[in-house]
């Protein structure tokens, strides 16, 4: 079994927490998660057996989740371009790129954003339960009834400091944006717990959402531009991603609905889709892996 190690990383203003697994001279796979999601989100089954396939294995928490440099709740002292930033000076920091970048949701929007900014430091990307950032003009269709309830109306925040409601209230997240395969409660519990237990302050995640300036329930990474810069800049263009690009997509997304995914495919040049029957909108769950994790062990033999 693969031994992981924790460090706290400087990354511009702030420090991110990572872990690894496996052996470093293995090609790297940095995972990033969705928004307000740690990395925890990312089953440490998930990443020794990844490991075990022959790749360096690393997870991190995004600023404002976990151990990573924290900003009080609703006042976040950054904007949704910084998400981008950190990802690119941990790759930096680490020696890691080119990598290969296996992100879900936000975190596939992050990965789109760094392969186009910073194509040196992308080997290939994976694409899990997420939509363009930008080049795809077709109309796509909206939340589910069932996840634009949740945005719409959401349930109330749960006592942040009572472990057992954050628990829950995050469980009961998790299955509302499941498909029909529904969740691993075992794997999601305990990654709730985790969280709880690593953060600064747990109820800080929830500042991702207002930075992405997220008004429909949409979250999609929100580049500010095509380059990492603020100036005027083109808009960014999935069309002109030039690395092995592999897009994963749940039959069952109530978010994205799968035509996000098809979308998202068809406008990289030479991306592969792979959809995954009955998923949601969910880091891929322990009951798809026998199908997900071959798919990416395969992609990501691209020579890093």
Do not use: K
């Amino acid at each position: 079994m693969s031994t992981a190690t924790t460090t706290l990383v400087p990354v511009g203003d702030v420090e991110l927490c990572v872990e690894a697994f496996g052996d470093p001279a293995d090609p790297p796979v940095v995972l990033l998660a969705g928004a307000a999601g740690s990395m925890d989100g990312w089953s440490p089954d998930w990443c020794t057996t990844l490991a075990a396939a022959g790749r360096h294995v690393v997870r991190y928490d995004h600023r404002d989740t976990g151990r990573s440099t924290t900003s009080p709740p609703g006042a976040p002292d950054y904007d949704g371009g910084a998400l981008d930033r950190d990802a690119e000076g941990l790759l930096e920091a680490l020696g890691l790129g080119p990598a290969h970048l296996v992100g879900v949701s936000m975190g596939g929007g992050i990965a789109q954003s760094v392969a186009l900014r910073r194509p040196d430091l992308v080997a290939s990307l994976t694409l899990v339960a997420t939509s363009a950032v930008g080049g795809v003009d077709e109309p796509l269709p909206g939340p589910a009834p069932s996840a634009a309830a949740w945005f719409e109306d959401p349930p109330p925040d749960p006592d942040w400091t009572d472990r057992d409601a954050v628990v829950a209230w995050s469980l009961a997240a998790e299955r509302a944006f499941a498909g029909a395969l529904g969740v691993d409660d075992d794997d999601d519990r305990a990654a709730a717990g985790a969280t709880f237990d690593r953060s600064h302050d747990v109820a800080a995640a929830g500042n991702h959402w207002l930075v992405l300036g997220d008004d429909d329930g949409d979250d999609s990474h929100d580049s500010d531009d095509g380059d990492g810069s603020d100036g005027d800049r083109p808009a960014p263009d999935v069309h002109h991603l030039a690395v092995p690009t592999l897009v994963v997509h749940g039959s069952h997304d109530p978010l994205f609905p799968l035509a996000h995914g098809e979308a998202l495919a068809a406008a990289v040049p030479g991306a592969r889709l792979l959809v995954v029957e009955g998923m949601g909108h969910q880091v891929p769950p322990r009951s798809t892996w026998d199908v997900v994790l071959p798919a990416i062990r395969d992609h990501t033999a691209t020579p890093a």
